[in-house]
T-cell receptor, first 114, second 112 residues
Framework: EAGVTQSPTHLIKTRGQQATLRCSPISGHTSVYWYQQALGLGLQFLLWYDEGEERNRGNFPPRFSGRQFPNYSSELNVNALELEDSALYLC?????????????FGPGTRLLVL | SQQGEEDPQALSIQEGENATMNCSYKTSINNLQWYRQNSGRGLVHLILIRSNEREKHSGRLRVTLDTSKKSSSLLITASRAADTASYFCATAGGHRGYALNFGKGTSLLVTP
């Protein structure tokens, strides 16, 4: 069974640009989660999608947005990039069982904003 | 904000020794999960323990959960150099629903 995949592995942008990160969940998983791991700030929850809808979001500004496609893959968009957006962005997927389940993580996309 | 807090922040042991990491959290939870991260890469799921469970084993791993004290511990027995990594506890449930709330992690170094 293929794991969670993310692309690209690395992304370099300049301040003010937009970044798009992609995630493909494990087959059969309908929930996709995005997390940010910035130096010194730990792992922070960004967004949760299930069945194409945004179910919850963390304490991040609206310039962090995303969507989930009919095949359950997901995209994270970060607009008007700021230097502090430099981080490892991790995507995770899980099954839907009516309650929180094990989340399986992808290898991450390392975003560097110059 | 971080829900879980791991203790210690860093741990250095020799191969063959046991490593114990602790995690405390603040609100009610549905489950608690432990993850491992090698050198800033993706997280590897180790074990999930539900709020109605007290102890769980998986290979060389033993996890306990005390919901009255809002704490959990991860024991790795007979450590190997390959166990060198950062270990995170993450709680699910509470006001964030199904999203995971992570602690800041324990950095484990196992020397040969």
């Amino acid at each position: 069974e293929a794991g969670v995949t993310q692309s690209p592995t690395h992304l370099i942008k300049t301040r003010g640009q937009q970044a798009t990160l992609r995630c493909s969940p494990i087959s059969g998983h309908t929930s996709v989660y995005w997390y940010q791991q910035a130096l010194g700030l730990g792992l922070q929850f960004l967004l949760w999608y299930d069945e194409g809808e945004e179910r919850n979001r963390g304490n991040f500004p609206p310039r962090f947005s995303g969507r989930q496609f009919p095949n359950y893959s997901s995209e994270l968009n970060v607009n008007a990039l700021e230097l502090e957006d430099s981080a490892l962005y991790l995507c995770a997927s899980s099954r839907w069982t009516g309650g929180p389940e094990t989340q399986y993580f992808g290898p991450g996309t390392r975003l560097l904003v110059l | 904000s971080q829900q879980g807090e791991e203790d210690p922040q860093a741990l250095s042991i020799q191969e063959g020794e046991n490593a114990t990491m602790n995690c405390s959290y603040k609100t009610s939870i549905n489950n608690l999960q432990w993850y491992r991260q090698n050198s800033g890469r993706g997280l590897v799921h180790l074990i999930l323990i539900r709020s109605n469970e007290r102890e769980k084993h998986s290979g060389r791993l033993r996890v306990t959960l005390d919901t009255s004290k809002k704490s959990s511990s991860l024991l790795i027995t007979a450590s190997r150099a390959a166990d060198t990594a950062s270990y995170f506890c993450a709680t699910a449930g509470g006001h964030r629903g199904y999203a995971l709330n992570f602690g800041k992690g324990t950095s484990l170094l196992v020397t040969p």
